[in-house]
Each structure stands twice: as C-alpha cells, then as structure tokens.
C-alpha cells in the first residue's frame, strides 16, 4: 500500500508536490496600517456566533497592505524568490469571546496560491488579489522611512479596484495600531461533500505569532478610499472617521493555534 505525504493537497509519496510545507511558517514583511471608525452594525454582521461585538471602540477597523517574504524552517523558500515572496491586504475588525478581546480578519486579499492554502488551515478568508504598496530604499526617488515620507497602496479583485491610501509619515511611535493587536479568532469552515450536508467541519481557533520582533513604528495619517464591487464587501464597512495611519517592518513566526469550540456535524 502506498503512503502519500505532504502538509496539504496534493499528497503524494514524497511529498514535494503539497502545495505548503508544515509549520512553523516564517514572515519578513513590510506593513501599511490604515485605522478607522466605521458602523458597529457593519462589524457586527460579520461576527457569526457565539463572537460578539468588542466592548471598547466596536467600530474600529483596520485596513493593512503587507510585502512579505516567508519561509518554512528550512528558509530553502527565500533562496527561490517565486516561492517565498507575495503581498496580501486585510480588513481586521475586533471582537469578544466569553470576555477576552480579539482581533478577527474578514476579509483579505493575497496574489499569490500557497497563501491562499495558507489561509484555508488558519481560517483567513483568503481570495486571490492585485496588491501594489510604495517600498522604502535609501536609495533613489523611492521614501525613506522618515517624516514627510509618502507612501500609496492599491488593492484590486477580479479587475476591480477596491481600495487605495495614500499615507503620510509623521513620526516614530510605540506601536502600528490597536485594532490588530489582539490573539485572531477565526473560523475554519468546510462544506459537507454531501448535498444539504451542512458543515462537515465548524471550527473557532485562536493564533497568533509564536514569535516576534519589529523595527520602529512610525505614524501619521492617511487618505483612504473604498469602491464598491460586484462580488466585493469591503465597501459596506464605510469610513466614518479616521483613526491614524502606521508604517513597520516585521519578522513573525507562526506555528499552530488553539481549539475554542467545535460544532458537532448534525
């Protein structure tokens, strides 16, 4: 009988096919926040139970673009650039679960296939995307990281644009925003194979970095825009008000989560 290997599809007897290696998973990156106040109620519609609106500021929203490049522990990855580098954009909104605060991602755009199979074990909602963010050199015309510095983003879905910011430097900070500074809870979702089946996996977990580390953070503010789209949602969280906007570069290692509750297939 043979034995298939591989983290995930395709198994194969070696295993060198899955479309990702096993954790842990290692991240340098390039981070754009953008915060903002929206509609509770807007939030609130994207929480399935048993989550609940955050008691503090329900309708802060965080907005960030990222230039990452990732690696499995062999860092093998870094040394054939096709496979280790992607950007990706996400909405991060905050929530409670039985009186602890989280973060939650609800929507979030990448370009590049692992990282979206990245997403379906951790329960990003993740869609294939077009993201472009201004990159720092101290070189050239391009910003340093300094004050007065500018730099632009752009996302787009499916031949839509669906938003951009243009964000402005100001000075170093203690940190690159609130919103996505909790544990993330997310749901791990899979259809039953079976028509009318319901879910044949329902899933609550909580990640977050195994390790960290980061450069300076620097704030400022941003001009951001949100465009409506046929098969696109992020517009229906509706800028009300600014909060700020952040710049930082980060290296993260993830590797695993934990269990919250899991539904019984019924």
């Known amino acids: 009988m043979t034995t298939v290997r591989g983290f995930l599809y395709p198994r194969t007897a070696t295993g060198r096919s ?4 096993a954790p842990p998973w290692h991240y340098s990156g390039d981070l754009l926040t953008v915060e903002y106040r929206t509609d509770p109620a807007r939030v609130c519609e994207l929480l399935p139970e048993p989550l609940e609106l955050a008691p503090e500021d ?3 929203v965080a907005l960030i673009w990222a230039d990452w490049q990732s690696c499995s522990a062999s860092r093998e990855e870094l040394l054939d650039p096709v496979r280790a580098q992607y950007k990706e954009a996400f909405a991060v909104v905050r929530c409670s ?3 602890r605060t989280y973060s939650r991602c609800v929507y979030i755009w990448v370009d590049k296939d692992f990282a979206v ?5 951790q329960g990003y909602p993740k ?3 077009s993201i472009h963010l201004t990159r720092p050199h101290p070189y050239g015309p391009a910003p340093r990281v300094e004050a007065g510095a500018r730099f632009g983003a752009t996302l787009a879905a499916a031949d839509r644009r669906l938003a951009q910011a243009v964000v402005t430097l100001r000075e170093p900070a203690e940190g690159n925003g609130f919103v996505n500074g909790h544990p993330m809870a997310h749901h791990r979702w899979l259809p039953s194979i079976e028509k009318d089946g319901g879910l044949a996996l329902d899933e609550l977990v909580e990640s977050g970095a195994a ?11 941003a001009d951001l825009e949100l465009f409506e789209a046929p098969t696109e949602e992020l517009a229906r969280l509706e800028i009300h008000e600014p909060i700020g906007a952040y710049y930082r570069q980060v290296g993260v290692v993830w590797d695993g989560g934990r269990l919250l509750e899991a539904k019984e297939r019924s």
């Open 58 to 60: 329900p309708g802060a």
């Open 97 to 99: 679960y039985k009186g």
């Open 127 to 129: 869609k294939l995307g």
């Open 211 to 221: 390790a960290f580390e980061g450069g300076t953070p620097w704030r400022g503010e």
């Open 18 to 21: 899955s479309l990702i290696p």
């Open 117 to 121: 199979a990245r997403g379906v074990h």
